[in-house]
């Protein structure tokens, strides 16, 4: 828990300091050329629908007549802005000829002034949502490889955080029956022992008789040990396996 708090911390910091190039795009009401009042409405109209068309773009923020009074008076603000950030100026013009409305736009770098690319749009006055439409597609085609890509960000690698494998609980029948088997093993291991001696096909090293032992006693004279011949014991482990291979002796005979 605490190595995960950790990581999420470390992914914040790294958010906040790895700040996305932003566009900042000005959009400013279009110059209405021939002062014409019944088209006037046109001028903050588009601009309007422009920006409500791209204020959700990702990477993208839109600014309006106020904003570029202020980074024109003080141009030093850009060097605040992000890394690879850009400012954008968009100007449009528009005049009507009969039932046409010819609209001119044009993208303006204000970091250089220069100019960096202008369309010519043709629009029925009659049908103003096809109007609007081709603004906005026209204006998207010229702001578009401008926008910071989608998969283009600062990544920050992190560790990777491995969930610790969980210990499962084994079943207390299961631990029992090995434990049981291992058990029989044993004492079936025990058994085969105990037939080879009683065959002749083992000696048990238990069971051998010692050679004859030459001691010396405490005074230092030669002593000779007489219950070094005689026969040990059997080993009273070995008796529960004699008495099973008995009775399996005897069962088999009947």
Do not use: C
Not at 64 to 87: G, Y
Not at 182 to 209: C, Y
Not at 211 to 229: I, Q
């Amino acid at each position: 828990m605490r190595m995960r708090k950790t990581l999420i911390t470390l992914l914040f910091i790294s958010v906040i300091a790895a700040r996305q190039p932003i566009v900042y795009f000005y959009v400013i009401p279009f110059d209405n050329l021939k002062d014409d009042p019944t088209i006037e409405w046109i001028s903050s109209g588009l601009s309007d629908m422009v920006s409500n068309k791209f204020k959700n773009e990702p990477g993208l923020l839109i600014q309006n007549k106020q904003d570029l009074e202020v980074i024109m008076n003080d141009r030093s603000l850009m060097l605040k802005q992000p890394i690879a950030s850009r400012n954008l100026l968009l100007l449009g013009k528009y005049s009507r000829q009969l039932e046409k409305i010819n609209i001119s736009v044009q993208l303006i770098d204000l970091a250089t002034w220069e100019q960096i690319e202008s369309k010519d749009i043709a629009a029925e006055y009659s049908d103003i949502s096809k109007m609007k439409s081709s603004v906005a597609e026209n204006i998207r085609s010229m702001i578009f490889s401008y926008l910071p890509s989608k998969s283009g960000g600062v990544s920050v690698v992190l560790p990777k955080f491995i969930e610790p494998n969980p210990v499962l609980a084994r079943d207390p029948v299961t631990v029992k029956s090995e434990m049981i088997t291992k058990n029989l093993q044993q004492e079936f291991e025990k058994l085969e022992e105990s037939m080879d001696v009683l065959l002749g096909l083992k000696e048990d090293e238990k069971l051998k008789p010692k050679n004859d032992v030459t001691l010396f006693d405490n005074g230092g004279e030669w002593t000779m040990d007489f219950s070094a011949n005689q026969m040990v014991e059997e080993n009273p482990e070995l008796k529960p396996n004699t008495e099973l291979l008995k009775n399996l002796i005897i069962g088999t005979a009947r």
